[in-house]
């Protein structure tokens, strides 16, 4: 599917993404929802996947409520730079180990709708105008959006899939 370049594209193609990823994982058994992925990625079962996706979610979140205030949000995350997203992935990954899968699908139910929520908020332009916001850079918000919702959930779906060794 092509990148969004509007408004209901994107509300289309994340809420798509998203309910492709949650029927996916609900539709298996529950010891398969646990299993450990196959060797050879860091994120090592369906639950770090979604931790991941998760917390994306969050520093998007804090990006939009510090930009929007005014203020340029460190990206992506304090301490880090986009050049050590490796680090800053593992630190996620290990801030989630201990907690339990139904709790990572329940936080990422409530900030894929926190950050759905951002989305409905703007029009098409005020999402897709590059430049438009000073802390998004070059960029628009939309490709920020785009990033952390249905770019984020397809990379998550294929991810498990690849983890478990299946094609379906």
């Given amino acids: 599917m092509p990148r969004p370049t509007t408004k209901s594209e994107l509300l289309k193609a994340s809420e798509k993404a998203f309910g492709e990823l949650m029927e996916m994982i609900e539709s298996m058994p529950l010891e398969r929802r646990n299993a450990e992925f196959q060797p050879g990625t860091m994120n090592r079962n369906i639950r770090d996947v ?40 593992r630190q996620i990954w290990n801030d989630y180990q201990d907690v339990d899968l ?7 139910k409530r ?17 897709f105008e590059k430049k438009r916001y000073f802390w998004t850079g070059s960029t628009s918000l939309g490709a920020y959006l ?23």
């Fill in 102 to 108: 139904e709790h990572v699908l329940q936080k990422l």
């Fill in 50 to 89: 979604l931790a991941h996706i998760h917390h994306w979610h969050l520093l998007m979140l804090d990006w939009h409520e510090q930009g929007m205030s005014g203020t340029k949000p460190e990206m992506p995350a304090k301490g880090y730079t986009w050049r050590t997203t490796s680090e800053l992935n």
């Fill in 146 to 168: 785009t990033s952390s919702t249905s770019s984020h959930y397809a990379w998550g779906k294929k991810l498990i899939k690849k983890g478990l060794g299946t094609s379906k």
């Fill in 111 to 127: 900030s894929h709708d926190a950050v759905t929520s951002i989305i409905l908020q703007y029009s098409s332009d005020e999402l």
